[in-house]
């Protein structure tokens, strides 16, 4: 349908107000966030398309305190639970409890239900219980005891994990990772980063106010305007050129990757490109997606669905090498 040029204004509006919400939302989790510029971007990102978001990193680099700080700047409800050894499927989806007042079973919600759920060390926990976390994550619905239990509309998994420590853990199977919109990797702050976050420790001012400046109604209808954000049958192009050649490098000129590669991206992988590209042009103000926004999303999209093979490991080869050679082919030379 034609646009008239009453309604692209209105459109543009929108465009410019969700802009600016994101910016104050970002003001206040630098109020106790430093730098980590990207992270923030991303998470929100995330939260904006209601993919799930794995955030892994070394300890003491604020991840959980990042996620927490949306959740204190984002009018929403939010759960943490922590991942151990001896979870239960019933302590994160929630169990029928028998009532002997009235001689009844009743449902007793766990803390899946909520807006916002913060999972911490993901890998801790059994393989039942992230079964039974993932199986959330994609249905958006619990079935327990033959009744089934919608969750919020507005749910989003951020789940950490530490990749230093191995014992004790149970790593999350490659179709069970798949799941995940988006993998982001916490590196260590930057010296003047760090000096800033050593100067508020020695103030004292190490846990500021953080502001309510964002409703779940408000990022749903954000959410509503990454349909209407433009992106131009090229990008797509790129896309599944970029996807497809993870699979089948030889097809695409890429010889030097086809022995790299043990399993490509699957079709999720094309979908959250297109998806997180609109998002972030959404985020950066823009009703169209450029080059760009694809390249600033496409490490976080597939670093966790392409497997390098045993010769690439040994090779000292990871995920990250082989898409930016998938990159520059399909994104750089070709914008």
């Given at each position: ?27 206040e ?6 730098g ?9 990102l ?58 009844t079973?009743?449902f ?29 994550m994609?249905?958006?619905?619990v ?14 998994v ?7 420590e ?63 954000v ?31 590669i ?74």
């Amino acid at each position: 349908m034609k646009l008239t040029v009453s309604d692209k204004i209105i459109l543009a509006n929108e465009f410019e107000k969700a802009a600016q919400s994101y910016e104050k939302l970002k003001y206040e989790i630098k109020k106790v966030i430093v730098g980590q510029d990207n992270l923030i971007e991303k998470i929100f990102l995330a939260i904006l398309m209601g993919g799930h978001c794995l955030v892994e990193g070394p300890p003491g680099l604020a991840k959980t305190l990042i996620i927490k700080s949306f959740s204190a700047a984002i009018q929403s409800h939010f759960a943490r639970i922590q991942f151990t050894p001896d979870l239960t499927p019933s302590d994160l989806t929630g169990m029928q409890l028998y009532n002997p007042l009235n001689h009844t079973f009743e449902f007793k919600e766990g803390p899946i239900f909520t807006n916002l759920l913060l999972v911490d060390e993901i890998n801790r926990a059994p393989a039942k219980v992230q079964s039974a976390l993932l199986e959330c994550m994609q249905e958006k619905q619990v079935t327990i005891a033959g009744q089934t239990h919608r969750m919020e509309e507005l749910f989003v998994v951020l789940a950490t994990q530490n990749p230093q420590e191995h014992e004790g853990t149970y790593p999350l199977p490659e179709a069970q990772i798949d799941r995940f919109a988006l993998k982001l990797i916490v590196d260590y702050p930057e010296q003047h980063d760090e000096e800033s976050i050593l100067l508020r420790f020695c103030s004292g001012n190490l846990e500021p106010e953080i502001n309510n400046v964002c409703t779940v109604e408000e990022i749903l209808q954000m959410r509503k305007l990454i349909d209407k954000v433009f992106i131009e049958p090229k990008i797509i192009q790129k896309i599944v050129k970029l996807v497809q050649a993870s699979r089948k490098p030889q097809s695409f000129g890429l010889k030097d990757l086809n022995n790299i590669i043990a399993h490509g991206a699957s079709p999720r992988a094309s979908i959250y490109l297109a998806q997180a590209s609109k998002g972030l042009a959404l985020l950066r103000g823009r009703n169209y997606v450029l080059s760009q926004d694809l390249y600033d999303v496409v490490f976080d999209i597939l670093r966790h669905r392409i497997q390098p093979s045993h010769r690439a490991q040994i090779d000292g080869i990871e995920a990250e090498n082989i898409i930016q050679s998938l990159a520059n082919k399909f994104i750089l030379m070709e914008s």
